[in-house]
C-alpha cells in the first residue's frame, strides 16, 4: 500500500482543533481510498517558544524535509510572543527553505455558504508569489529609539522568482478558463513593478493561448468585489497577493472557508498546505472554529501528492456538508460538528 508521510504541524490557537478535524477526515479518507497517510505531529508553536526561546529547533527545517507534504494549522500568539517574531521562526522559513515559492489560493462559494456579494458565479484561483517580494526579509533599523530613527525594508524582486511565479501563474490558466490577471502597482512603483510587467508581456508571447490583462491592485480590489465572475487566475506579489486573499476570503463568505497551498512545484523539497485564517485568538478556547478551510487545504494536500480522486472525495464531502447548511454561519456549529458531518458524508 502507498504510504505517505505528513509533517503535522498543529501550531497555535484555533490550528490545533482544526489540524485535528482535518487529519481525521483525511485518515478516512486514505483509509476508503487505499493508502496510508503517517502522521508525525511537532509541537513548533509560541508555547514551544516560550520554553525553549526558538520557534522550531535549529535542524527543524532539516527534519521536515525528508517528510512528502505539510499540514499546518496556524502560527502567532500575539499576547506572548511577537507576530514579527513567531512568523520569522516558523511560516516564512519553511516557505523559503523549501522554495514553496506558489501559493495557491482558490476563491469560490460552497454550496450553502453566502457571501457579501449580490455575485455568487466566481471561481477564481490566486497565486501569490511566496518567497521574496515585499517579504523578502531585507532590512535594518539604524538609531532605534532616537529622533533619527532609520527604518528600511526592500522588497526583492528576482528575475528567476518573478518568471518562475508568471510561468506557473499561465500554466494554472491554461488548465483553467484560459485568462490570466498580473497584478501590479507599476504606475507609482517604476522598478519591481515595471520589471513585473514587462515580465508578464514577454511570457504573454509564449502563451497566445491565455488571455493576459495587467492590472493595478487598488483597480483589482474593487474588481474582486464589483465583478469577480470576470476573474479565472489571478497572480500577484507577495504582500499583494496576501492582501487580496483575505478579500477572497470575505467574499467566500469569511476566512473558515479559504484554503490554501504553498507548492514547490518543481518537487525538490516538500510542499505546505494551511488555511489562510490565522490562530484567532478570540475564538481559540470556544470550540467553534470552522474547520473547513483546513480539511480544504487537506484536499489540496492529496490533489498534490496525487491522489486526485481521493481529493475529489474530501471536496464533495465538504460541499455535502455546506450544501446542508452545516459550517456555513459562524459559531452557529462546532469544530467537532462540522468535523463530524464531513466524516459522515465521504463516500
Ligand atoms: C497568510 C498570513 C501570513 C502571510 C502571515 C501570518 C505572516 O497572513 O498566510 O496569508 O502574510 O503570509
Ligand atoms: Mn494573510
Redo the contacts with the bound molecule.
Sequence with gaps: MKTYSIALLPGDGIGKPVTEAAWDVLQATAKASGFTLEGTTFPWSCDFYKQTGAMMPANGIETLRRFDAILLG???WPAEVP?SVS?HGL??PI?KAFAQYA?IRPHRLLPGASGPLKSDNFDILCI?E?TEGE?SGAGGRIHQGTADEVAIETAIFTRKGVERILRFGFEQARARRGKLASVTKSNAQKYTMVFWDEMTRSLAAEYRDVEVTSYHIDAMAARIVMAPETLDVVVAS??FG?IL??LGAAIQGGLGFAA?ANINPDRTAPSMF?P?H?SAPDIAYLGIANPIAAIWSGAMMLDHLGERAAAARVMAAIEATTKAGIGTIPGRHTTETIAKAVLERLL
Design positions: 496556524a502560527v502567532g507576530d512568523l511560516l516564512l516557505r501559493n501569490r511566496n517579504y507577495n504582500l496576501d486573499t483575505d490554501s494551511e489562510v490565522g
